[in-house]
């Protein structure tokens, strides 16, 4: 079974970087589509940031992350990355990466991915 596990959050200045990785193990991720959601403090609801397709490599934003985030997929190491830059504080977040289980493309939303990571969190403030 897919497992996912998400590294690299931390606390940045608002304009500063990051990379995360979302890391997998149980099967090989090139199979799936991966996606990146994040949720804020307080919110309940997990946002669309960005995916990357299995079938065939494309990748989508959500439009407060387009020109600032790249995802891209290393399938050598089992390994997706997302590069956020110029981060800003509406950035502040726990940041997961998820797969659905099936047709390795991306969904709009949380509802039809079934594997998880644990998160891992982004403090953009100064």
């Known amino acids: 079974q897919l497992q996912l596990v998400e590294s690299g959050g931390g606390l940045v200045q608002p304009g500063g970087s990051l990379r995360l990785s979302c890391t997998a193990s149980?099967?090989?991720?090139?199979?799936?589509?991966i996606a990146w959601f994040r949720q804020a403090p307080g919110k309940t609801k997990r946002e669309d940031v960005a995916?990357?397709?299995?079938?065939?490599?494309?990748?989508t934003y959500v439009d407060s992350t387009k020109g600032r985030f790249t995802i891209s997929r290393d399938n050598a190491k089992n390994t997706v990355y997302l590069e956020m830059n110029s981060l800003k504080p509406e950035d502040t977040a726990v940041y997961y990466c998820?797969?659905?289980?099936?047709?390795?493309?991306?969904?709009?939303?949380?509802?039809?991915?079934?594997?998880w990571g644990q998160g891992t969190r982004v403090t953009v403030s100064s």
């Open positions: 998820a797969a659905p289980l099936g047709r390795g493309v991306c969904y709009v939303g949380p509802r039809l991915y079934d594997f």
């Open positions: 995916c990357t397709a299995a079938v065939d490599d494309t990748t």
């Open positions: 149980g099967a090989a991720l090139e199979n799936y589509a």
